[in-house]
């Protein structure tokens, strides 16, 4: 189709990007030459941020950016730069504390004027078409007329975005008590939801984070409460709508407090997490629901996400094309009752029941989304059927529907392959094979980590932050190395092949030479081959997803027990104390270093096994929930540190080890369990 207008973003190869080439904007990417062009000419920038699967940037894009009088406007006056947030999250980073620093609050689409060089002055979420125009008309005034009250203010700015990623260095030797998790996460609590599950509010949004840690706490201190909590929150997030009843998978928040409707964008990190944290919560609870959701949610983003290669795409969009041909949010993914009635026919009551085809499931426009609030033993009484009829005939109906809605206008799909996203989807693999114990999730977690060391990693050993149409071009952030670390050392612990332990200590080691921060004793989030914006960044506060420097202090801490002749603890340690004097006033927001914690105050053990028959046995042991507890093992000698000189020909011997003092080898499963539980116990 011959477009009218075509601007720079024709060359790039984000989703997002291409998707405003046709905007009559002149938009450019952010490049050094770009920015050089634009103090040569001293022109403002504007730069707007936003993702693929952002509703409000597409309203944004509609309203304003297609419009011809606003690029009018914004042409002539500014140097208009488009960013995806999922490809440079590093520049996204500093707008966004620019921007909560102006306003108090923030969000995407995030629109940015700065300097030349790219101080900001102002910044806003959302714009409606006329007070985008009048604002961008008196801030181009502002910077001809009055320039160095626009400086001086840009020039604050500056200094506030660098203080408040200042982090000092504390010199309190103790390490944050258990007696002090337990009062943070009593205050924690005082927020919680227990009825519905998540917090008392709305939108709601999932935090694996904040539940994983949630599960870990509850299993070792045996707090009932906690663990209740937690089972509430997993089971009213997958009986919600905001989990696709139909072909799996999560979308990324609900907008009530009910986990009901949600923006109907689905995420692959929210799905990997997710697939994790269920898997964990199965292998604790033995809960089948929440095996039925692993399964779901590794479908759904296998049909939908995967590559033929093994790598696994970014999203895929809220919003599709409805019956008008125009695109509409949850197009895709919401019913009508009659067309319910036609398709499930005889099966509609028991489905209408099931998944409230009723005022409690009914969204706007007569639209349904489907969601649950009884479990499967309370609808199978009162329709006097079998448990096992009633899943099956769900099931059935589930199937019908889901090849109905093929028909339909599929959502856009971003096609970008980020590394660290990639090394989320992994980590969820990693664990659901082995708390599952389905083999061919394994096969997936394989072909995704070979692809990750074929295609995402240069010849030094370093690595790239996505990858697009055959190339790779943006060098790896820190939480591309944290979270490829963490599943590849997952990846060890199934498998026992020492490939993926000597990966994850490269990658380790690779991030102590180029990311870390002497004064801060934490890693910067750009390595020191980088370009500096304003400052390097020290990402820190765990959000949706965890900070890259909580997972590298974890990474470290595992580390530290495969490689004990590292320094690896004493910078974890160093890690953790720096950041703890945080977790008084807002748990939440550190919920992965609290793991830590847990770590450093109860025993962490490490199991060895050596011998013939040491996969079987370390499956067997390792289906169970042990957060405390590294696995190490091998047929033959080896020169790792747990496993040297252990070997006893024609016996398997498991050893059980804290901080390298081991007790006396093992032969029995059971012993082992038990004496592991027994020491959870205490």
């Known amino acids: 189709m011959q477009q009218k207008y075509t601007n720079n973003l024709i060359k790039e190869t984000s989703p997002y990007l291409l998707q405003h080439a046709h905007n009559p904007v002149n938009w450019e990417a952010w490049n050094p030459t770009v920015l050089a062009e634009a ?21 944004m894009e509609h309203e304003c950016f297609e419009d011809e009088e606003v690029a009018k406007v914004m042409n002539e006056n500014f140097v208009n730069i488009k960013i995806d947030r999922e490809e440079r999250p590093d520049i996204d980073h500093i ?23 790219g101080r ?34 840009a020039e604050n700015m500056a200094q506030g975005i660098k203080q408040i990623n200042l982090i000092a260095t504390n010199t309190d030797t103790d390490t944050y008590s258990l007696d002090q998790l337990r009062k943070c996460v009593e ?17 709601k949004f999932m935090m694996p984070v904040n539940l994983e840690f949630l599960l870990h706490y509850a299993v070792t201190q045996k707090n009932e409460s906690i663990m209740e909590y937690v089972d509430t929150t997993l089971t009213r997030m997958a009986y919600g709508g905001i989990f696709d009843h139909v072909d799996g998978g999560f979308s990324r928040y609900a907008v009530d407090t009910k986990w009901h409707v949600p923006h109907f964008e689905k995420m692959l990190y929210d799905n990997g997490q997710l697939t994790s944290l269920y898997a964990k919560a199965y292998a604790f609870t033995g809960n089948a629901h929440y095996k039925e959701v692993v399964e779901k949610t590794i479908n759904f983003v296998t049909t939908e996400l995967k590559s033929e290669n093994g790598a696994f795409y970014s999203s895929l969009d809220a919003d599709s094309l409805n019956d008008h041909e125009k695109l509409e949010e949850g197009a895709y993914y919401v019913w009508k009752k009659e067309d319910l009635q036609d398709v499930l026919k005889e099966d509609y009551p028991l489905f209408e029941d099931y998944y409230n085809i009723n005022s409690y499931g009914l969204w706007e426009h007569e639209n349904y989304v489907l969601i649950r609030d009884k479990a499967d033993n309370e609808i199978a009484v009162k329709h006097d059927i079998e448990i096992l009829e009633l899943q099956a005939r769900i099931k059935r109906s589930l199937q019908l529907l889901s090849e109905e809605r093929k028909k339909r206008a599929y959502p856009r799909l971003d ?23 389905n083999d061919s999730y394994l096969s997936l977690a394989l072909e995704n980590a070979e692809f990750i060391l074929k295609n995402l990693t240069k010849s030094d050993g370093s690595l790239y932050h996505s990858h ?6 943006i060098n790896g952030y820190l939480e591309d190395y944290a979270s490829v670390i963490d599943a590849v050392i997952g990846l060890y612990e199934i498998t026992f092949d020492e490939k993926w332990l000597s990966t994850a200590k490269q990658l380790a080691d690779y991030c102590r030479t180029n990311f870390f921060d002497d004064k801060s004793e934490l890693f910067f989030f750009t390595s020191k081959e980088d370009d500096i914006l304003i400052r390097r960044t020290l990402e820190t506060s765990d959000n949706v997803i965890p900070a890259s420097n909580s997972i590298m202090a974890l990474n470290l801490l595992k580390l530290s027990k495969f490689f004990p002749e590292t320094n690896y603890r004493t910078v974890y340690q160093n890690m953790l104390k720096n950041i703890q004097p945080n977790f008084d006033e807002n748990p939440q927001n550190y919920a992965n270093w609290l793991h830590l914690v847990l770590f450093e105050n109860l025993p962490f053990y490490e199991v060895a096994i050596v011998g013939d028959s040491y996969k079987e046995k370390a499956r067997t042991i390792a289906k169970n929930y042990l957060p405390n507890t590294i696995f190490a093992g091998t047929q033959e000698k080896s020169e790792l540190p747990l496993l040297k000189n252990r070997l006893v020909k024609g016996t398997t011997q498991i050893y059980v080890c804290h901080e390298g003092s081991c007790k006396l080898p093992l032969t029995h499963t059971k012993e082992v369990l038990t004496l592991l539980h027994l020491n959870n116990d205490h």
């Open 39 to 59: 103090k040569r000419n001293n022109k403002p920038l504007l730069i707007s941020i936003g993702y693929a699967a952002c509703h409000w940037c597409h309203v």
């Open 95 to 117: 707008y966004m504390d620019a921007l909560q620093m102006m306003t108090g609050s923030g969000g995407w689409p995030l629109n940015i004027i700065s300097l030349p060089d």
């Open 120 to 153: 900001p002055f102002w910044g806003a979420t959302y714009v409606k078409k006329k007070d985008w125009t009048t604002v961008l008309s008196q801030l181009s005034e502002l910077y001809k007329t009055e320039p160095n009250k626009v400086i001086g203010y």
């Open 187 to 203: 205050k924690w609590s005082g927020y919680f939801d227990t009825f519905l599950g998540g917090y008392r509010r709305a939108p």
């Open 415 to 437: 096609d970008k392959i980020l590394t660290s996203w990639n090394g989320l989807m992994l980590k969820g693999l990693v664990d659901s094979a082995r708390y599952i114990q």
């Open 468 to 473: 697009k149409e055959g190339t790779s071009t």
